[in-house]
Each structure stands twice: as C-alpha cells, then as structure tokens.
C-alpha cells in the first residue's frame, strides 16, 4: 500500500519537493504518493488535519506555516523545540503528530558536504528572523564559528531570536543600518526572492573569498544568488540543494532510508 505524504505552503506551485520524493521513491523502491497543498492561509491546521484524516502518512511544510505547524503538534524533537519552527510533521504510534525540522541538516549538509564550506571559524550573517532561520541558527553555531549575526528589519525578532540562541554560541542581531565589518558567509533566510527582491543589505559586507547563500530556489539564479556575484562572492548558490538535502532527511524521518542526494540534485539542475 502507498503512503501519502505532501508539501503544504503558500504558495506552493514552485515547489519541486513532488519531483525530490518520487525520486528517492524510485530510488530506495519505497511506497511513496506525494503531491503539494496550496495552504489557507486562515485554516492552516483544518488543511492539515483534512490531510492526515485522508490517510496521509505526514507533511512538508514550508512558508509562511513553519511556525503553525509548531504550535499544532503533539510532541517535538529537541531541534524543532530549539528552533520553534517546524517543517516536517510525522504520524506517530496512536496518531499522536510529530514535530521536526531538518532545515538546519539541510543546509549544513549542502554547504559542506556537496561544496566544501569550512564554517570553522567564520563570520556568519543570517538576513531574516523567521521559521527559516529558526531553523538554522543552532546548527551553524555547532560548527564553530567566529560569529553569527541576525539581521532583521523588525530589530526586535532578530534580537528575541539571538536571545533564544545565546547559549549556544556566539550570537548578536541588529537591523540592517547598523550592519558593518566583514562576512564569510551571508544567507539569505527571507522569502523576498519569490517576489524577484533583495534585502536591503549594504555594499561591502562580503569578505574575500566570502560566499553568499539563498534558501530559496529557482530555475533561473535568484535575485539574491545575482546580489552576490555582483558583490564579488567567490561562490553565490541558491537553495537547491539545501531543499533536497532537508527532504532526505524527512525521507528517512518517515520511511526509515536515507536516499542518496546527489544524482536527484543532478537531475533536478539538468
């Protein structure tokens, strides 16, 4: 029998995760239907719970719904309690609904393991304090770096969030016209770039040899992924691969296989 699994969010069109999980279905020969949900955004929970009451197996979720999902279900993993985010929700024994977020591995495992960034000992700046950088902020700051920063317009959610993560390392916030110094790697953490913008970051911020990072994703470079080839980043990358990497690790949440990620980001940049 086939479970179904969806990616619930608005919108939702872009979404490649359908063509990511039938890939590794293909690929590890489990049983798996998934498709997208375009999300109300006045009703997240009745979509969900109609989903799961349908016989779905567990979900996806991504913007703006990360932060919902959190508050919704019946029992967390240690990292999505951390980040207060949720992206991936997991039908457990009794049907109680399970809570994790894999955005952080996701990211961690593109940036390293696919194109050999060395977090050791780097200044890190995260533009946005959303569900997205919730999910981030602790595991950047397990790899070691010199600092991370949270930029935000609203400067309060950035500092609330640095607060929340201060045990972990270090970590500061601050809006955007009180950013200055230098920056080994700056990620992207809005959802600006579905609308084509940029943040308003300042010229100048990007190190030598500095990388720039788009948790978004598209066909074409995003704007962000343009930004920072025009500020000279050694290496500009949009979020493709996060997005397969954080899908892996749902993949192996739910089924229990963990599917190989490189030829399905292969596949999906041909």
């Given at each position: 029998?086939?479970?179904?699994?969806?990616?619930?969010?608005?919108?939702?069109?872009?979404?490649?995760?359908?063509?990511?999980?039938?890939?590794?279905?293909e690929q590890t020969g489990e049983k798996v239907l998934y498709t997208r949900i375009l999300g109300d955004m006045e009703d997240f929970n009745g979509d969900v719970h109609d989903f799961l009451n349908d016989g779905g197996c567990g979900l996806n979720v991504t913007v703006p719904f990360k932060e919902r999902a959190f508050q919704m279900v019946?029992?967390?993993?240690?990292?999505?309690?951390?980040?207060?985010?949720?992206?991936?929700?997991i039908v457990a024994t009794g049907n109680e609904l399970r809570g994790d977020n894999t955005d952080g591995v996701g990211l961690i495992t593109d940036l390293a393991k696919n194109h050999g960034f060395e977090f050791t000992g780097k200044r890190i700046l995260v533009v946005g304090a959303g569900g997205a950088t919730r999910g981030i902020i602790a595991p950047l700051l397990y790899k070691n770096p010199v600092s991370v920063t949270i930029v935000n317009r609203t400067v309060s959610r950035a500092?609330?969030?640095?607060?929340?993560?201060?045990?972990?390392?270090?970590?500061a916030a601050c809006g955007f016209d009180q950013l200055g110094g230098k920056f080994d790697l700056i990620i992207n953490a809005t959802s600006a770039g579905i609308h084509?913008?940029?943040?308003?970051?300042?010229?100048?911020l990007l190190a030598e040899d500095g990388w720039t990072y788009d948790i978004m994703y598209s066909?074409?470079?995003?704007?962000?992924?343009?930004?920072?080839?025009?500020q000279g980043a050694a290496i500009s990358l949009d979020g493709l691969g996060m997005l397969v990497e954080q899908a892996a690790e749902s993949f192996w949440l739910w089924r229990g296989?963990?599917?190989d990620t490189a030829p399905v980001i292969a596949m999906l940049r041909e």
């Open positions: 029998m086939f479970c179904k699994y969806a990616v619930i969010g608005n919108p939702i069109e872009h979404s490649k995760s359908p063509e990511i999980h039938a890939a590794f279905a019946d029992d967390l993993s240690e990292r999505a309690e951390l980040a207060g985010s949720v992206n991936t929700l500092e609330e969030l640095a607060l929340r993560f201060v045990n972990y390392g270090p970590v084509g913008e940029v943040p308003p970051l300042p010229d100048g066909n074409e470079p995003t704007a962000f992924v343009k930004w920072g080839k025009a296989v963990r599917p």
